[in-house]
């Protein structure tokens, strides 16, 4: 059984900044990838779309975008031969075509089973993606026959649905882009929204995300905010790569989409939403403008405020029998696919505990989930500074093995 210091799980951009780290420590690993490199930007992305994070901030351990258009957004296959480029400079020791299909703790190390053979490590990095399937409810089910669902990571462009009206639910980064998008192609489309991070493109005349970058916003710690569980749960910012445009609630509906509350339920075929849509466009207004205050303070200068998010009177009820829609598309979020992992390390819902990426279980890693150690963490930019922390966690770890065994020997 061939072995190794550390396994790490996943080629995305987590899996390969890791690398880079252990690289630079002389630590020994290995990165099974069950595709290619960077296999979610090839094969989980839609046609049109652009990273929501603008090239500049396209940064990796030894890497920063050099390129002439550091204030555009980057295609998916962009990112795609971006990161395949990354893992041939760094030299990283990727697998490919290697799926893992259990990771177990035995003799003080893992044993790590895969589709090519097996490898026993000391350590392992879960770094797999936490968005790897569409978090779909439970109340899919209850959609009549006939209907046709969609979500984002099986959805490529407006060819892929019949004619007719859209019912798209989640007006995060995926809902909106996708209503807008069907908007565009002549689909009406009805946008069922719940709890949502409203964001202005540009603020001040940057992008956003300069200021929630230079300002420190982004770089908040795990360990600094009041309820973790809950900003690991806040939704991703209602943003589109493409400059200067801002596509919020107010754009959407300015343009004809209609906004409906969270959709709560669906009997009898009728589709049925929460009356709080004026609510929760009350509340993301209200957070936005806090957290416009938060790079008003830092800048010491106050900037333009948005007009408040405008809610009509919405219907509470869709009959989705009537045949005025025709599609349904989930953007209801994306979750991680760990049922390969048997170690106990796991809640409830299959999520993995960890405090800041460090497992219960001594030499077990994980990186790439949302807030892992700062707010940036599900962001690109986010795991640079993620794996250099956990590299030093690691290193410390097998040093600390390495002295036990050193000892007992003695
Ligand atoms: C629609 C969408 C848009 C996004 N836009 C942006 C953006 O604009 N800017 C930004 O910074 N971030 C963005 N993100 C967030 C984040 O950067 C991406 O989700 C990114 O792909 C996560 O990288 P990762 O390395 O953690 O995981 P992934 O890219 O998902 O990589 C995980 C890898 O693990 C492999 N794998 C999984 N299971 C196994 C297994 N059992 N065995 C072997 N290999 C396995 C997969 O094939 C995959 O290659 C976006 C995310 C989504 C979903």
Redesign the pocket.
Known sequence: MPSTTTVI????????AMSHCLAARSIDHIV??????????RT???DS?????PNW??RLPGYRYRGDDPDG?LSAPEVAAMLGDYADTSAAPVLTS????SVRAAGGGYVVR?DQGTWRARTVVL??????VPAVPALARLVPAGLTCLT??GYRNPGDLPGGGVLVVGAS??GIQLADELHRCGHPVTLAVGEHVRMPRTYRGRDILWWLDASGVLDQRYDEVDDLVRARKVP?MQ?V?SPGRTVDLNALSSAGVRLVGRLAGIADGVAQFSGSLPNVCALADLKLGRLLNTVDAWAGAAGERFAPTAVHSTPLGLDLRSGEISTIVWATG?RP?LS?LHVPVLERKGRVVHDGGVTACPGLYL??MPFLRRRKS??????ADDAAELTTHLAGYLDALAGRRERSAS
């Not at 799980?9 to 899996?15: D, K, S």
């Open positions: 799980v996943g080629a995305g951009h987590c899996g390969l099974l990838e069950r595709a290619e490199v960077a296999n979610s930007w989980q992305r839609w779309l652009r990273l929501l994070s901030m396209t957004y290697t799926t893992v299909t895969t770094a797999s993606g936490a968005a790897a984002p990571v980064a995926s991703s943003l790569g994306y696919d390969w990186i790439g599900s962001l690109i930019d986010g795991a």
